[in-house]
């Protein structure tokens, strides 16, 4: 079987090192790939969100599936797109993948569904914005509608710092027209968690859940980035945790989408929050998170090909998904400067690595026969081991092995699910 995988940052190469231990598995194709997913995939010369490019390379390579990771392509129909032109896909149409293209519509789907969110207000005149957090409650979060390279959230702690929130989204337009509406909410405390899913529409199987470390420093300090880390399983996602969020967010979810006459297809990623009130959701992905992909898709059991396959044809009901029992933990090293600027095109070196061990290429490029540092994540060093302990010290053992110049990486990754623990126990 040829498959192609649009995209290509980290969970794009997790994905592909999953897929390729199913015999099955012929060539891989990644759109647009990276230099270190072209170790073990073919990847070729057309960008992610050049859809009909990217229709007209399957074609030309007789692809028999499509993975489609990232949320831009998704967002703007590419599983659309590749279904019309008889591609099998994995991945949710664009009226599914709306869940995440439009903060608006997930919170009015969760309203109708009464599906636990924060509370929130939407906005498409910018006058009757400032208005409202004159008088919010402090703080408060201010959402823009769509997509935003997952920047498009801002925290106000004053109500300065609201109307400017307000005022760079829906005048400035700082994130383009994704703030031509925004959503003002409730902020909500407590722990979070990450639970990737995969659903076939009707069924839903929640993979092993997930700790994002998003802010760039040490101690949640730093600038927000698209993740500096992440540990699975979660210890604050307790089995009785998982109960209720099956029962009153995951199951409903799902119905809500085949109610609307969207029915979700893929992985529906659920961003949680622990609150006191109960688990509620913070955010939908329409896709595998990353950096989450590179701790929970090395604990899977199995093959990833089967159960994409199942997904794609509506058969999820009949596929076993085992994940481990075992921990990972996946440390990024990014390039110094990064979420801001940077420089790039530092030769890395690779270590040879052990079977629970992975190194998930992001942003680097291949030049002259070496690999060269080419974005802010450059990769991800991940270890499977029994404990939760045992893996971050193997993956920050794996990741002292790995160089290249003006690299850097948190060194608390995981600390807070130790923590966790310490005070479950
Ligand atoms: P998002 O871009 O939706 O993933 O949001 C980024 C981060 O902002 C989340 O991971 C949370 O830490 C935080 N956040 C979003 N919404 C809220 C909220 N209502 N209350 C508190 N924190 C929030
Ligand atoms: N790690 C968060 C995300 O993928 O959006």
């Given amino acids: 079987m040829n498959i192609l995988v649009i995209g290509g940052g980290g969970r794009e190469h997790a994905i592909?090192?999953?897929?390729?231990?199913?015999?099955?598995?012929?060539?891989?194709?990644?759109?647009?790939?990276?230099?270190?997913?072209?170790?073990?995939?073919?990847?070729?010369?057309?960008?992610?969100?050049?859809?009909?490019?990217?229709?007209d390379f399957a074609k030309a390579h007789a692809v028999d599936f499509v993975v489609v990771a990232p949320d831009d392509p998704?967002?703007?129909?590419?599983?659309?797109?590749?279904?019309?032109?008889?591609?099998?896909?994995?991945?949710?149409?664009?009226?599914?993948?709306?869940?995440?293209?439009?903060?608006v519509f997930a919170k009015e789907l969760m309203k109708k569904y009464h599906i636990p969110t924060a509370a929130y207000e939407v906005f498409s005149d910018l006058a009757a914005a400032l208005d409202y957090v004159e008088h919010?409650?402090?703080?408060?979060?201010?959402?823009?509608?769509?997509?935003?390279?997952?920047?498009?959230?801002?925290?106000?702690?004053?109500?300065?710092?609201?109307?400017?929130?307000?005022?760079?989204?829906?005048?400035?337009?700082?994130?383009?027209?994704?703030?031509a509406r925004v959503v003002i909410e409730e902020?909500?405390?407590?722990?979070?968690?990450?639970?990737?899913?995969?659903?076939?529409?009707e069924t839903v199987v929640p993979m092993v859940s997930s700790m994002d470390h998003k802010r760039a420093l040490d101690g949640?300090?730093?600038?927000?980035?698209?993740?500096?880390?992440?540990?699975?399983p979660n210890p604050y996602y307790t089995p009785e945790i998982a109960a209720a969020c099956m029962e009153a967010i995951f199951l409903p979810t799902i119905q809500a989408m085949r109610a609307e006459g969207r029915p979700f297809q893929g992985c529906l990623y659920f961003g949680l929050m622990l609150t006191a009130d109960g688990p509620k959701v913070i955010e939908y992905n329409c896709r595998f998170g990353d950096p989450e992909t590179q701790v929970v898709l090395p604990l899977l059991e199995g093959s990833?090909?089967?159960?994409?396959?199942?997904?794609?044809?509506?058969?999820?009901?009949?596929?076993?998904?085992?994940?481990?029992?075992?921990?990972?933990?996946c440390v990024i090293l990014a390039s110094q400067g990064y979420p801001q600027t940077y420089e790039k095109g530092f030769p890395i070196s690779l270590p040879e690595t052990g079977a629970d061990e992975h190194i998930y290429i992001a942003g680097a490029a291949e030049k002259d026969g070496r690999l060269v540092t080419s974005g802010g994540r450059v990769l991800g060093a991940t270890a499977v081991a029994d404990t939760l302990p045992a893996a971050i010290e193997r993956a920050y053992a794996l990741a002292g092995r790995i160089h290249f110049d003006n690299a850097y990486c948190r060194r608390d990754?995981?600390?807070?699910?130790?923590?966790?623990?310490?005070e479950g126990a």
């Fill in 16 to 55: 592909i090192r999953k897929l390729k231990e199913d015999p099955r598995a012929e060539t891989i194709y990644a759109l647009p790939g990276n230099g270190g997913i072209a170790a073990g995939a073919v990847c070729g010369g057309v960008g992610a969100c050049d859809i009909p490019g990217m229709v």
């Fill in 136 to 179: 919010c409650p402090l703080p408060t979060v201010v959402k823009a509608d769509g997509l935003a390279l997952g920047k498009g959230v801002l925290i106000c702690e004053t109500r300065e710092a609201a109307r400017e929130a307000v005022r760079s989204m829906m005048e400035g337009r700082i994130f383009g027209e994704s703030g």
């Fill in 304 to 329: 990833l090909l089967e159960i994409m396959l199942a997904v794609s044809e509506g058969r999820l009901a009949d596929t076993a998904v085992r994940f481990s029992g075992k921990s990972a933990c």
């Fill in 187 to 201: 902020f909500l405390t407590g722990p979070e968690v990450s639970v990737l899913s995969f659903t076939d529409g």
């Fill in 413 to 422: 990754i995981g600390q807070r699910a130790l923590q966790a623990m310490k």
């Fill in 74 to 103: 998704l967002v703007l129909g590419a599983v659309d797109a590749f279904t019309a032109a008889g591609f099998p896909c994995f991945g949710p149409r664009k009226d599914a993948a709306a869940i995440e293209g439009s903060k």
């Fill in 220 to 232: 949640d300090q730093g600038l927000n980035t698209g993740g500096m880390g992440t540990v699975a």
